[in-house]
């Protein structure tokens, strides 16, 4: 890689950030398009961030991503926002256009991406349980409402932040039946699919729902990544389950963004290829 004064700077923002796979698909991708352009990590505590995003104003940074704990503290401190990251209230991807910070949020389109090349899982009509209510929790709503999911139920350990995020979303789709709960429902025997969006890790089966619950022909997808078979994941296939890590969500996310910023699609396919080799030496994280 060779870095010029016309290189265009590209990066990721968290706390933490020495995790993240995004520098090493992004870069490969970028190389693999012959477009001269360099992704980096920056690590920016909270308390930071607003001197963050003006440095990236005064030195032109080209794009960037969003992750823990900045997706929604990023809002105020953007010049506007897609409609769909405005519903959202979250955002995971920033471009500067002409000076300009436009924040986006792929976390959604990148999960129901995955959903479907994964387990050959279609939202709508589907009776959806979803574990967590943060940022990743918001996209993932979004883009199962937009996709005409039937019956959604959020399920949080603070139930008032879980029925919020139930009224927020019925508002936006009101066709689709919606619930914020604080506990688990009394019967999980008719999810078609159940979504972590923690990082839980599901230590304990007590804090996510427990596969053995689920009916015989229930999915589950864990966003989490690495390790590559969570213990979601292991109990859900012990059980004889589909399933699927969050892997596929972030490189299918990471291709949107790189389109948003470059305005060409990324070589198809490379992203997950180049996560595929090392992602198990990670800490465990979500995108």
Not at 154 to 162: E, K, M, Q
Not at 248 to 268: D, I, K, S, Y
Request: proline share 7%; net charge negative; charged share 15%.
């Amino acid at each position: 890689m060779v870095i010029s004064g016309g290189t265009k700077l590209l990066g990721i923002i968290g706390d933490p950030v020495r995790h993240s796979r995004s520098p090493q698909m992004q870069n490969r991708a970028l190389a693999a398009a012959g477009l001269d352009y360099v992704y980096v990590p920056w690590h920016v505590t909270p308390d930071l961030l607003p001197q963050a995003i003006a440095g990236f104003r005064a030195v032109g940074v080209h794009g960037f991503n969003v992750t823990v704990p900045h997706k929604v503290a990023v809002l105020p401190l953007l010049d506007r926002l897609s409609s769909e990251a405005e519903e959202i209230g979250a955002v995971n991807t920033v471009h500067n256009q002409s000076g300009a910070l436009v924040g986006h949020n792929t976390d959604g389109v990148g999960l129901v991406v995955s959903l479907g090349e994964e387990l050959g899982f279609d939202p709508h009509g589907a009776n959806i349980l979803v574990m967590g209510s943060g940022g990743a929790a918001r996209a993932a709503l979004h883009a199962l409402c937009s996709a005409g999911a039937g019956r959604v139920v959020i399920v949080n350990r603070s139930p008032h932040r879980a029925v919020e995020l139930a009224e927020r979303y019925g508002k936006l789709f009101p066709r689709i039946l919606l619930e914020g709960r604080g506990e688990l429902p009394p019967s999980l025997g008719d999810v078609d699919l159940l979504l972590n969006t923690t990082t839980v890790g599901m230590d304990a089966l007590s804090l996510i729902a427990d596969p053995a619950l689920l009916g015989d022909s229930a999915m589950v997808y864990d966003m989490i990544y690495s390790p590559s078979e969570s213990p979601l994941l292991a109990a859900a296939r012990q059980r004889g389950l589909r399933c699927a890590n969050g892997l596929g969500m972030l490189a299918a996310q990471g291709e949107r963004a790189f389109t948003l910023w470059t305005g060409v699609p990324p070589p198809h396919g490379l992203m997950k290829r180049v996560l595929l080799g090392d992602c198990d030496q990670l800490l465990p994280t979500v995108s």
